[in-house]
């Protein structure tokens, strides 16, 4: 069982190799999966061996948060290891080609970053980055991209007809294009969890001797639609609720897809210095069957059931293994740590007036830093103004306006955010309020229109 780190005094189990050489990084993105759909988390009727592996063998995160409660703010932070809301990317975006509709070229991305250091990198899955030309996996750093640029697709190949996002004609024909792969149209015959996990093992088996890598692996498992072939769903017979059944079945193929994800990094001799992280986009989606218990909300609120996801870390040569780490970490901590230890190269490449917004994470996992990695965590939701915070274990939720809604909880009593304390502690209320305002007043309006705006 894990242990938390400040009790462990794992120190002495990680090996004592003071620099070790440039790590590869394997980001494994789930999308829209629940707090508790993990084995983890203490998921009981959907195994997951393989993705519970990284956290046996590395780092659980009981409260890993994500930047954003819907996909392409979140990933924006992700890829960027900086607040979305500092450059506008703060609204699922339309998939109209002729706007900058994902992080600016005035920004870098993690792959930029690690492309200055020496890394082969590789986009495969679910972009949602930006469709216009410019804003393309390989003009953001990656030297390949195999998957496609919106924001959900379709998962059986036979539904994979458009030939791409010209063809697109009503609002959710983009997830029927074909694939591409590094520019190309690409026509494929499996499940496309399935097709993409190919993807990422083949990345990793022909790049590993070149030097270090990068693969992000953004599956769209197990967002909406709900498709699963019977090899996964045979293996849940006994789910009477038929969307759980095929969640369970979804999920159970990602995890089929991350364990051939690791198994490749032990075969090729890598996995001692590889940084894996294994997180959800946001939390689980009403929609899809998801569980986020005991978390409350779901994808889209500011209750910890959007924002608190499945986070789990692996590098043997640098992390301490099988322990929890309590404290609040940002999935900006990615970047943060995979660019710390990439080197100076890599740190040269930001701009000078951007810095990250991410920490790196390794000093507070050894026990060598102490107190949070963050002073805190904040959310913004700028079409509904709301703001939202962790500080510690406080958690403020605002809405100004007509209906305002003021809320506090205390989540080292109170994860589930029942108890309201915005009243009873008013004065650590208006504390939290005034520090997320003035969060706020550093970023940005949304630099495009969201995705309900669009119309084909
Ligand atoms: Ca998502």
């Known amino acids: 069982a894990a242990c938390a780190v400040a009790e462990c005094g794992h120190t002495a189990t990680i090996p004592s190799q003071a620099k070790p050489t440039p790590p590869n990084l394997v980001i494994i993105l789930a999308d829209d999966l629940g707090y508790a759909d993990v084995g983890f988390n203490g998921c009981d009727d959907i195994p997951t061996p393989h993705i519970d592996r990284i956290a046996a063998e590395g780092v659980r995160f009981t409260s890993g948060y994500v930047t954003a409660a819907v996909c392409g703010p979140s990933r924006a932070g992700l890829i960027t290891g900086r607040h979305q809301d500092r450059f506008g990317s703060s609204v699922n975006p339309t998939i109209d080609p002729s706007v900058i509709n994902g992080p600016p070229r005035t920004e870098r991305t993690l792959a930029e970053l690690l492309d200055a250091a020496g890394y082969t990198s590789m986009a495969v899955g679910k972009w949602h980055l930006g469709t216009h030309p410019d804003l393309y996996p390989r003009e953001r750093g990656f030297d390949e991209f195999f998957g496609f640029l919106s924001g959900g697709h379709n998962y059986l190949p036979g539904a994979l ?227 939202a915070m962790r500080r510690g274990d406080e958690k403020l939720i605002m809405r100004p306006g007509a209906q305002p809604r003021n809320q506090l909880f205390d989540l080292g009593n109170d994860i589930g955010e029942r108890n309201n304390l915005s009243t009873a502690q008013r004065a650590a209320f208006d504390q939290l309020a005034e520090r997320v305002r003035a969060w706020a007043d550093e970023m940005v309006p949304p630099a495009y229109p969201s995705l309900g705006s669009w119309k084909p």
């Not at 498992?221 to 849940?236: E, I, N, S, V």
């Not at 089929?256 to 940084?275: I, M, P, Y």
């Not at 991410?358 to 830093?369: E, I, T």
């Open 161 to 387: 007809e458009l030939e791409d996002l010209s063809e697109v004609k009503g609002q959710w024909d983009w997830y029927r294009t074909k694939l591409l792969h590094n520019g190309f149209r690409v026509n494929t015959d499996g499940y496309l969890t399935d097709v993409l996990s190919d993807a990422g093992v083949e990345f990793i088996e022909r790049v590993h001797r070149d030097g270090p890598f990068f693969l992000y692996l953004a599956y769209n498992a197990p967002h909406t639609p709900m498709q699963a072939t019977d090899k996964y769903l045979a293996r849940f017979a006994s789910i009477n609720n038929e969307r759980r059944r095929t969640y369970a079945a979804m999920v159970s193929a990602m995890d089929d897809g991350v364990g051939r994800v690791l198994e490749a990094l032990d075969q090729s001799g890598a996995s001692d210095n590889t940084l894996v992280v294994f997180l959800s986009d946001n939390g689980g989606a009403k929609n899809n069957a998801s569980r986020n218990r005991p978390l409350r909300g779901h994808k889209g609120d500011f209750y910890e059931g959007g924002l608190r996801v499945p986070f789990a870390m692996r590098w043997p040569a640098a992390m301490p293994r099988g322990v929890d780490y309590d404290r609040p970490v940002s999935a900006l901590d990615i970047a943060g740590t995979a660019v710390a230890a990439a080197g100076p190269k890599a740190e040269a490449a930001l701009f000078p007036d951007k810095p990250l917004d991410g920490v790196d994470l390794r000093p507070y996992l050894s026990g060598k830093a102490t107190g949070d990695p963050h002073e805190a965590l904040f959310w913004r939701r700028y079409g509904r103004q709301h703001l």
